[in-house]
T-cell receptor, first 114, second 116 residues
């Protein structure tokens, strides 16, 4: 149990579908992150929220839409995805990163776009 | 801009042998350095981190890493590996100053494969 829970663990969706990934952290952290992990590529930081405010958006296509309603929950809304969006999507949270606090990761959602 | 290079994509090693996984980084400012491990179908788990102070950092599962500022390296070592150490290992660097630490950059990963 890492304290960061992601649902669902696996998701298969068509290119015209709309779905959402959910992340919940029970660690009292104030920053949450979405990463994309594709085969043979480094982890890509997609979005960062600090105290529920988005502080980083790394040129992610608009078909990915994050939402952070409170410091414990983070969503990634998906619509009209492409097959190349198939990947493992990892959520993470951390305490104050300025002090070097490390990120705690969830187990990920394995997304397959067909 | 920061970057992280993990010099080996795969490292095969026999059980009970020592291992070193190499990591080099580039950054114009002071950084925090991390090693994470990822087991199949799991998220990343922190092995160890360097923030400041002693350049030799000890982590979980018998791993340690040494920060070398002049060589901008943060290599991970273990004196005797077990089958259970088979996993993907990621080196990461975080700029705690300019971007508030939010921009943690990960290397491409090194697959450690321990053989019996």
């Amino acid at each position: 149990e890492t304290g960061v829970t992601q649902t669902p663990r696996h998701l298969v969706m068509g290119m015209t579908n709309k779905k959402s990934l959910k992340c919940e952290q029970h660690l009292g952290h104030n920053a949450m992150y979405w990463y994309k992990q594709s085969a043979k590529k480094p982890l890509e930081l997609m979005f960062v929220y600090s105290l529920e405010e988005r502080v980083e958006n790394n040129s992610v296509p608009s078909r990915f839409s994050p939402e952070c309603p409170n410091s414990s929950h983070l969503f990634l809304h998906l619509h009209t995805l492409q097959p190349e969006d198939s990947a493992l999507y990892l959520c993470a949270s951390s305490q104050n990163p300025r002090q070097g606090f490390e990120a705690f990761f969830g187990q990920g959602t394995r997304l397959t776009v067909v | 801009a920061q970057s992280v290079t993990q010099l080996d994509s795969q490292v095969p090693v026999f059980e009970e042998a020592p291992v070193e996984l190499r990591c080099n980084y580039s950054s114009s400012v002071s950084v925090y350095l991390f090693w994470y491990v990822q087991y199949p179908n799991q998220g990343l788990q922190l092995l160890l981190k360097y923030l400041s102070g002693s350049t030799l950092v000890k982590g979980i599962n018998g791993f340690e890493a040494e920060f070398n500022k002049s060589q901008t390296s943060f290599h991970l070592r273990k004196p005797s590996v077990h089958i259970s150490d088979t996993a993907e290992y990621f080196c990461a660097v975080s700029d705690g100053v300019n971007t508030g630490g939010f921009k943690t950059i990960f290397g491409a990963g090194t697959r450690l494969f321990v053989k019996a």
